[in-house]
Each structure stands twice: as C-alpha cells, then as structure tokens.
C-alpha cells in the first residue's frame, strides 16, 4: 500500500505536525541524555531539550516505520525494492547497485543498521509512500505520536536539511519505542556487520565494540550536526539508552558516550562472540 499525497495535502499536514519550538537550528548544539528503559529515569543529562540536527539518527525513524509495514504487511522482508535514480544518488554512503536494479526489504534493513546506506532508506520511503517529502510527514507524525514534540523530519535518511530537527530526549524517546515496540527486530541493531552479495561489509559504530554491553543502535554525523549517537547496553539486569549530540569528533563522541554508560551502568562482561547477519538477496 502506497501513501500517495498531493502537494497541498503534504504541506497542510507538515504544517499541522510542525512543533512550535522546531524552527530550524543555527549550529550543532552539544548534547546528551542518559535514561533508564525500564523506569524512564533521566540518571544524566546536558542541554536535553535544545534543537540540533540528527543526521543519519533519521535512519531510526525509516527502520521503525519499516518495521510497522513489515509487521501490518505493507511489507515483506523478501519484497524487491526499486533503487530510482533518485536513491541511487544519494552520497556518501550506499549500496551503490545503480538505478532500475532491486533489493530486498532485509537488505535494506541491513544496509541502514550497518551501512547507513542511503540508497536504501530513500527505496523504502518511496515504496511506501511515493516521495521523500511525503514520508517526511508520515515519520514527523509519528514521531509526535511517539512523544518526541520537538522533532521534524523531512527525508528518511538524515542527509542535510535546516528543517529537520530534533532534540536529544526525543531521540531517546525514540530509542525506547524500538526496544519496547519491535523487540525482535530491536536484536538487529546489535549487528557488526553484514555479507551482501558475497562481500562482507563492516559496520562503523565502535561502541558496539568497545563497550562489550551495547547492543546497538545509530551513529550519525554531517558538518551541520556534529558527531551524533544514539544507543543501548545492557549488564543483564538493567537496561539504559543514550544519545550524544554535536559531539566534536568521532572519538569525543564515543569517549563521552562510554563514560556515560561505565558512571550509571558500570562495567559488563564481554560479550562471547560478535554479531554479524548474513543477508541473503537476489544479484540485480
């Protein structure tokens, strides 16, 4: 099923879904969050509430409306999706498979949880609702039903754009709507990395790695944002997520981050194996 919307539809119901504080952000505002999934306890915070840019943390957002399409049957997880040239132009990060060729729904969970792969974040919103901008309003709309008041999105893979804007509290409330509305497919995010089409491909969020109890879930970063982050881990008892916003690098970001999780959630064992997921897919 295709959401297709007019031109005056679209705007009207941008319109309606804009939050009165989500004008667009000057600059990368530092940010972080730290909560309790179980109780939603803030155990730390800075700057909670400040609108900033959340990059490909935008990808989170396409996965859980993903994720509602698969689970309504919108979508099936061997469903072919058209890259249009349109997704095939998308930078930097991609499948690269040219336009008019397919890939599976799986695969393109799997290219945006480890890849970020835009290409494959652009075939999903034009599948299910015919355009970028018209998906752009399906996600604000959830989002705010999801509580997350003062973020707006407008294409479903975070590349630049002054309009979409979020905060570090509703990334976290989005993190939290993940791990409690899609359990299962929740598990993906823990995933190093994936074999497409016979290459095996890395994932590039180190805390996966060196903090042995998170299990995921989006890194993300454009001049604009800063160094972005929103994950989980877990010590087998307790559960928190956090996010970091406009950090000043990739290894601040991960530095900060980190010391987040040692001070509230302390240190976990090391996990005995990695995660990687194989994808199965046709050639194009």
Not at 77 to 90: E, P, T
Not at 108 to 132: I, P, Q, W
Request: aromatic content about 6%.
């Amino acid at each position: 099923m295709i959401l297709r919307l007019s031109r005056f539809c679209l705007l009207a119901l941008l319109c309606l879904s804009l939050p009165l504080a989500a004008t667009s952000a000057k600059a990368a505002t530092h940010a972080n969050i730290l909560v309790d999934a179980e109780t939603g306890e803030v155990l730390a915070s800075m700057n909670p509430d400040a609108i900033t840019y959340p990059a490909s943390l935008t990808k989170m957002m396409t996965l859980y409306l993903t994720f509602e399409a698969l689970h309504s049957g919108r979508l099936s997880w061997d469903q072919r999706l058209v890259i249009s040239k349109n997704a095939n132009d998308k930078e930097p990060y991609k499948f690269a498979i040219g336009a008019g060729n397919t890939i599976s729904v799986r695969e393109a969970v799997m290219g945006m949880v480890v890849l970020s792969a835009n290409d494959a974040a652009t075939a999903v919103a034009e599948t299910l609702a015919g355009s970028e901008a018209a998906f752009g309003v399906v996600m604000t709309v959830k989002a705010h039903k999801l509580g997350m008041n003062d973020t707006v999105f407008t294409n479903p893979s975070g590349l630049p754009d002054p309009a979409q804007v979020t905060t570090a509290t509703d990334m976290a409330r989005l993190g939290l709507a993940l791990i409690r509305d899609f359990p299962e497919e929740y598990k993906l995010f823990a995933s190093r990395g994936m074999t497409f089409r016979g290459m095996k491909l890395r994932g590039h969020n180190p805390f996966l790695v060196r903090y042995p109890g998170g299990d995921g879930i989006k890194t993300g970063y454009t001049k604009a944002a800063g160094y972005n982050i929103v994950t989980s881990a877990t010590n087998g008892e307790r559960r928190l997520v956090g996010v970091v916003l406009g950090a000043s690098s990739n290894d601040a970001r991960n530095t900060e981050i980190i010391g987040l999780f040692e001070k509230h959630l302390g240190p976990v064992p090391v996990k005995a194996s990695q995660t990687s997921i194989k994808i199965q897919g046709q050639t194009p």
